[in-house]
T-cell receptor, first 114, second 114 residues
Framework: AQTVTQSQPEMSVQEAETVTLSCTYDTSESNYYLFWYKQPPSRQMILVIRQEAYKQQNATENRFSVNFQKAAKSFSLKISDSQLGDTAMYFCASMSGSQGNLIFGKGTKLSVKP | NAGVTQTPKFRILKIGQSMTLQCTQDMNHNYMYWYRQDPGMGLKLIYYSVGAGITDKGEVPNGYNVSRSTTEDFPLRLELAAPSQTSVYFC?????????????FGSGTRLTVV
C-alpha cells in the first residue's frame, strides 16, 4: 500500500523568503507520480506541481520547485520569494502507475507573514 | 469552463437523515472520484468511477453509495447520516489514468451531522 507522510503540521515564513515543505512516501511501484496541491481558505484544491518518478530532473513551476530524491523516497516543495497569497494548506500526494488513485498526506499549514 | 461543480456548498443533517451530494463535470472526463477531508487530515478516497456504469470502492466506502449513469454526473448518497460523516467532501475528475494529468477538484461540500 502507498503511504504519504508530511511531518510538518505547520510552518511560517516571512514574505519574500524561501521555505521548504517536506514529504516522504512509500510505494512498491516502479511507476508512480507525485504531486503537490495547495488548498487556500477558499477550500479549492489547486495543483501546484507534478513529478513523474521516471524523470530524474526536478520539476519547476515559476516560484515552486521540488527536490525529488527517489532513493530516499523524499519529495520536498520549495517556494521561493514567498507571497501572502501562498498562505494555504499544502498537500503532498502520490499516485501509482497501476491503480491511478491519489493518496494524500495530512498536509502542512503554511503561513506567510508580512 | 465550469470544471467540476458540487452542490450544495454547505449542509446540516440530523442523525438518520439521508441526502445526495451532487457532482457534475463538463470536461468529458471518464474518471471521477469522491474524497472526504476530516479536520487536520488529508483527503481519503470514498468511491471512484472509471466510466459511466462502472464504480468501485475506495479506502472509506462504508455508509456511502454512488452511481454513474452519465459521463458528467457522479452523485454521492448518504443513506443514514451519522456524526462520523461530518466532513468536507470533494468530488474530482481526471481525463485518463495517465497519471501526469492529476485531478481537477470541485470546491467541496461542508457537511455537518448533528
Amino acid at each position: 500500500a502507498q503511504t504519504v507522510t508530511q511531518s510538518q503540521p505547520e510552518m511560517s515564513v516571512q514574505e519574500a523568503e524561501t521555505v521548504t515543505l517536506s514529504c516522504t512516501y512509500d510505494t512498491s511501484e516502479s511507476n508512480y507520480y507525485l504531486f503537490w496541491y495547495k488548498q487556500p481558505p477558499s477550500r479549492q484544491m489547486i495543483l501546484v506541481i507534478r513529478q513523474e518518478a521516471y524523470k530524474q530532473q526536478n520539476a519547476t513551476e515559476n516560484r515552486f520547485s521540488v527536490n525529488f530524491q527517489k532513493a530516499a523516497k523524499s519529495f520536498s516543495l520549495k517556494i521561493s520569494d514567498s507571497q501572502l497569497g501562498d498562505t494555504a494548506m499544502y498537500f503532498c500526494a502520490s499516485m501509482s502507475g497501476s491503480q491511478g488513485n491519489l493518496i494524500f498526506g495530512k498536509g502542512t499549514k503554511l503561513s506567510v507573514k508580512p | 469552463n465550469a470544471g467540476v461543480t458540487q452542490t450544495p456548498k454547505f449542509r446540516i443533517l440530523k442523525i438518520g437523515q439521508s441526502m445526495t451530494l451532487q457532482c457534475t463535470q463538463d470536461m468529458n472526463h471518464n474518471y471521477m472520484y469522491w474524497y472526504r477531508q476530516d479536520p487536520g487530515m488529508g483527503l481519503k478516497l470514498i468511491y471512484y468511477s472509471v466510466g459511466a456504469g462502472i464504480t468501485d470502492k475506495g479506502e472509506v466506502p462504508n455508509g456511502y453509495n454512488v452511481s454513474r449513469s452519465t459521463t458528467e454526473d457522479f452523485p454521492l448518497r448518504l443513506e443514514l447520516a451519522a456524526p462520523s460523516q461530518t466532513s468536507v467532501y470533494f468530488c474530482a475528475s481526471s481525463y485518463s489514468r495517465s497519471q501526469s494529468y492529476g485531478y481537477t477538484f470541485g470546491s467541496g461540500t461542508r457537511l455537518t451531522v448533528v
